[in-house]
């Protein structure tokens, strides 16, 4: 029964921990989307959307980036 379905997702997940860094690369989409929306609903100007969104994405990742570090440090510390 399984070969005919190629794959099940919650019984034969896909491989994707081969290379696990590739799980940060999914924050840059994410982040991108979530700075436009936000700023398609808060900018009063509609020409200042892209640019006011790519600031927002910037600082985001910068943001997270930070955390990250942070959050290292200290695991590192605690050890």
Not at 49 to 69: C, D, K, Q, S
Request: aromatic letters at 8%.
């Amino acid at each position: 029964m399984n070969l005919l379905l190629g794959f099940v997702p919650f019984i034969d997940p896909l491989p994707i921990w081969i290379r696990p860094w590739i799980w940060s690369l999914l924050l840059l989409p994410l982040c991108a989307a979530v700075a436009l929306v936000y700023k398609a609903v808060k900018c009063p100007r509609v020409d200042r959307i892209l640019r006011e969104a790519a600031v927002l994405f910037v600082t985001i990742v910068l943001g997270m980036a930070a955390a990250a570090v942070g959050i290292s440090i200290v695991v590192r510390i605690m050890r």
